[in-house]
């Protein structure tokens, strides 16, 4: 029997509106007053938390561009997990990702959706888990029917929410409301407690940044693979870095350095402050925009993890199914959103994110490091793109987050200890896979 493959349709444009689109959600919207909080209360710092958050994703983006060039298959991370360390550190990666990550970022959005919602039309709690639901079964709809069609709506959903974050940003700074000039830009000096503060900020930080990743997982279906996939990947996550910087620098000029502090919903404020208190229902819509996206960004990207794992004998063989006429994995983008809507309805999903997430940083530092022994063990592979920097590049990123990591079990040994405990569940269901799939 032939097995029918991915068809390669995005694009350059694609690939780097997939990467912000996916990224940006509601962070940017929510937590620079906390950053500013935890940075010690001054606007240097905390805009320096925010560079170096960037920066740190700039230099995963640019290992894995070159891990994507060498090897544009479907399922990205993955497909690097598995060739460079085998296929258990790989089937923990997807486990933990379509158990938790993945569908339990869908679901946070979703969830959030409904409560946003909230704004225009009474709900109630139980409208608000139905308003969830429809919005994970439209955004599975669309991704069903079409990939070269879910990639239009994000084409179109992420330029909407970009561009009204870049005029919101540029009102903000031309109007320069509250700002005021009592407390210093920088510290006289950076005190133990101040650098503390900034580690903490940039765990709000790396939130915000999440998702550039994600375009690993399409690298399969892009046109030109071996150009596209790196330049993309980079190009939209240096892009985020400018986008987030210039928000930044919009509500400090509406707000001032204590108003940012003082705020946690730091972008309704920032316009409400400015233009009155009815716009903040124009930041509420441009938040369901972002969430939309976001959304749809997870479920092009997301499936294509469990689709790989189905052709490696990993996962239900159904899940690698291509839809005849779709051309669509979309049994995979069927379970994933099934899966995610019981995360949704349940409640579930808060508890287990906040004891996974920082997981992830584990397998991110495992896909950089596949850089290093993938070159040992296929050094005659083609790479289009190599690293920049390296082997530096690649080793700053891995040393950050083995820090991010490090620091969340010092921290909180219960939390570590039980999102661990999560991924390494997944061994025995591994150990029965291997014996053969399920019935």
């Known amino acids: ?138 955004v599975a709809a669309i991704n069903i029917r079409s990939t070269r069609r879910s990639a239009d709506v994000q084409n179109v959903s992420t330029a909407i929410k970009v561009g009204a974050l870049l005029i919101m940003s540029t009102v903000l700074i031309l109007s320069r409301g509250s700002a005021s000039a009592a407390i210093p830009f920088w510290p006289e000096s950076f005190t133990p407690s101040i650098v503390s503060g900034m580690g903490l900020g940039m765990i709000g930080v790396l939130w915000a940044y999440e998702g550039w990743q994600y375009a690993t997982f399409s690298a399969g279906e892009t046109t030109n693979p071996q150009k596209t996939f ?26 001032g350095t204590e108003g940012v502090a003082r705020s946690d919903r730091v972008a309704a404020e920032a316009v409400g402050a400015i233009v009155g208190p009815g716009a903040a229902k124009l930041i509420v819509a441009v938040i369901l925009v972002s969430i939309f996206s976001a959304t749809n960004g997870l479920t092009i990207s ?4 469990y689709y790989a794992m189905a052709r490696d004998g990993l996962f239900f063989r159904k899940l690698a199914d291509v839809h005849p006429r779709f051309g669509t994995p979309a049994v995979s983008i069927v379970a994933g959103t099934a899966w995610a809507m019981m995360l949704a309805v349940s409640g579930t999903f808060e508890q287990l994110l906040t004891y996974v997430v920082f997981v992830g940083w584990i397998f991110y530092a495992l896909g950089a490091a596949c850089v290093f022994v ?49 991924v390494l569940l997944g061994l025995p269901v591994y150990f029965v896979w291997r014996k053969g799939e399920p019935s």
């Open 374 to 422: 993938l070159r040992r063990t296929q050094p005659d592979a083609v790479r289009p793109f190599k690293v920049p920097g390296y082997p530096w590049t690649p080793l700053l990123f891995i040393v950050a987050a083995v820090a991010l990591v490090g620091n969340t079990i010092v921290t909180q040994p219960a939390r570590a200890a039980v999102g661990i405990g999560v």
């Open 1 to 138: 029997m032939t097995v029918r493959a991915l068809a390669r349709v995005l694009g350059l444009r694609d690939l780097i509106l997939i990467v912000i689109g996916t990224v940006i959600g509601s962070g940017i919207f929510l937590v620079p007053g906390g950053v500013l909080r935890q940075a010690g209360g001054q606007a240097g710092p905390a805009l320096l938390v925010w560079v170096i958050g960037g920066v740190l994703s700039l230099l995963g983006a640019l290992a894995y561009g070159e891990l994507g060039a060498m090897n544009p298959a479907a399922g990205g991370l993955y497909v690097y997990l598995r060739d460079a360390f085998g296929p258990a550190t790989a089937f923990l990666y997807g486990w933990t990702f379509f158990l938790v990550i993945a569908t339990g970022s869908a679901a946070t959005l979703a969830v959030a959706s409904g409560s946003y919602l909230q704004q225009f039309v009474e709900l109630g709690p139980l409208g608000q888990k139905f308003a969830a639901v429809a919005l994970l079964a439209i």
């Open 302 to 305: 997301a499936p294509r993890v």
């Open 230 to 255: 790196p330049r993309a990947i980079v190009i939209g996550t240096a892009s985020l870095i400018g986008i987030y910087l210039f928000a930044n620098a919009g509500y400090l000029a509406a707000l």
